[in-house]
């Protein structure tokens, strides 16, 4: 009888066993398919955190354009409008 349950209680641990490698197993796959979902998202933000960054520049040259060719245009207003945003930004930043 003794031999019996040390059997049974030797199966039973070695079915533990099987069961916790079978659960490692489980989560080490799971973790690949977290850490491999993880990468593909990381590659998408990438991707489009270089969209916006192509389109910002693409805006910021088209509004330099602009103000070129109003510069050029109306050389006095440009020059006016120039003096009032530096004299803005003056006061704005000074210590006063």
Do not use: C, N, W
Not at 35 to 58: F, W, Y
Not at 62 to 85: C, H, M, N, S, W
């Amino acid at each position: 009888m003794a031999t019996a349950k040390k059997q049974g209680s030797e199966a039973e641990l070695e079915a533990s066993k099987q069961s916790a490698r079978e659960a490692l197993e489980r989560l080490l796959e799971a973790k690949d398919h977290f850490r491999h979902a993880a990468e593909i998202a990381g590659l998408d933000a990438k991707a489009e955190a270089l969209d916006q960054l192509v389109k910002g520049k693409d805006k910021a040259d088209d509004l330099t354009r602009y103000a070129v060719e109003y510069a050029k245009e109306k050389p006095a207003q440009a020059l006016a409008i120039a003096f009032l945003g530096g004299y803005i930004l003056s006061k704005i930043f000074s210590r006063d």
